[in-house]
T-cell receptor
Framework: AQTVTQSQPEMSVQEAETVTLSCTYD???????LFWYKQPPSRQMILVIR??????QNATENRFSVNFQKAAKSFSLKISDSQLGDAAMYFC??????????????FGSGTRLLVRP | DSGVTQTPKHLITATGQRVTLRCSPR?????VYWYQQSLDQGLQFLIQ???????AKGNILERFSAQQFPDLHSELNLSSLELGDSALYFC????????????FGPGTRLLVL
């Protein structure tokens, strides 16, 4: 079974600085997708970024980028120029891409990001 | 706004009761997923529907059931509620199961007293 691990329960960053959130996963599959979701105090789950395992190029979305290391099964999220609105829980998630009957998301336990003004 | 709607936003009920949570997927999305977020279990997949048919089951209790209607909205029924069922219940949708991105609704916060 696939698992997702986020080893940092909480991280803190100064406004305008850069922070990296870690995520590791375990799978025997070769075809899968990885995601970072943000959950602000409103509790809404917001997609931040996604990565297809077959793509070597790291995904980027504005100030958000990932460092995808397939061999190491690592998928970290880098937030540049941190803003107060980035403060939230961040969840790493895995989804099988194969011909599985379930395309459920498997989530890590989350990392709470605090942004200091 | 993801385009996925869930009602009600909040629900307070007593142990032993039954409640129904409702989800309307984004326009054009055929697949609906239900997730439970609790303090002790984190975010867990419950069940998935695609175009009215159950597609996959996760850690869903027998006291819980769901269905997807012809207009594609979905309902999650929780019965014989226990204190431990208190959680945030999310619905997510995607165009079809093979489209990898799931968009989440705002959730229904259930409190069982």
């Amino acid at each position: 079974a696939q698992t997702v691990t986020q080893s940092q329960p909480e991280m803190s960053v100064q406004e305008a600085e850069t922070v990296t959130l870690s995520c590791t996963y375990d799978t025997s599959e070769s075809d899968y997708y990885l995601f970072w979701y943000k959950q602000p105090p409103s509790r809404q789950m917001i997609l931040v970024i996604r990565q297809e395992a077959y793509k070597q190029q790291n995904a980027t979305e504005n100030r958000f980028s990932v460092n995808f290391q397939k061999a190491a099964k690592s998928f970290s999220l880098k937030i540049s120029d941190s803003q107060l609105g980035d403060a939230a829980m961040y969840f790493c998630a895995y989804r099988s891409g194969g011909m599985d009957s379930s395309y459920k998301l498997i989530f890590g336990s989350g990392t709470r990001l605090l942004v200091r003004p | 706004d993801s385009g996925v709607t869930q009602t009600p936003k909040h629900l307070i009920t007593a142990t032993g009761q039954r409640v129904t949570l409702r989800c309307s997927p984004r326009s054009g999305d055929l697949s609906v997923y239900w997730y439970q977020q609790s303090l002790d279990q984190g975010l867990q997949f419950l069940i998935q529907y695609y175009n009215g048919e159950e597609r996959a089951k996760g850690n869903i209790l027998e006291r819980f059931s769901a269905q997807q209607f012809p207009d594609l909205h979905s309902e999650l029924n929780l019965s014989s509620l226990e204190l431990g069922d208190s959680a945030l219940y999310f619905c997510a949708s995607s165009v079809d199961p093979e489209v990898e991105t799931q968009y989440f609704g705002p959730g229904t916060r259930l409190l069982v007293l």
